[in-house]
Nanobody, 120 residues
Framework: QVHPVESGGGLVQAGDSLRLSCAAS????????VGWFRQAPGKEREFLAS????????AYADFVKGRFTISRDNAKNTVYLQMNSLKPEDTAVYYC?????????????WGQGTQVTVSS
């Protein structure tokens, strides 16, 4: 099992940037893919971006392309989400999650989330 821990959230103004971190501990050697998600009050959780742990292949939701960038630091077992040009509608709790195997149908391990609030 992997234990992801998110950090870097906070209160910012529209147009600002934030970098979220997802530090993984536990059985990190088996990690296959790490994803970022968010959930705003009263809304469904939505996928933002993901990155393969070994070959850095990335995927993005269309609505964040050009504003959000996912990256990883293997030495630190950490995945980052750089968020630029933030908007009030980006306000949500942001989660990272881990798929442990290439055949995993869903993300198995989830962090507790970090709050991002964007004021207008």
């Amino acid at each position: 099992q992997v234990h992801p821990v998110e950090s870097g959230g906070g209160l910012v103004q529209a147009g600002d940037s934030l970098r979220l971190s997802c530090a993984a501990s536990g059985r990190t050697i088996s990690m296959y893919r790490v994803g970022w998600f968010r959930q705003a009050p009263g809304k469904e959780r939505e996928f933002l971006a993901s990155i393969n742990w070994r070959d850095t292949t990335t995927a993005y939701a269309d609505f964040v392309k050009g504003r959000f960038t996912i990256s990883r630091d293997n030495a630190k077992n950490t995945v980052y989400l750089q968020m630029n040009s933030l908007k009030p509608e980006d306000t949500a709790v942001y989660y990272c999650a881990v798929k442990n195997y290439w055949y995993s149908q869903q993300y198995e391990d989830w962090g507790q989330g970090t709050q991002v609030t964007v004021s207008s």
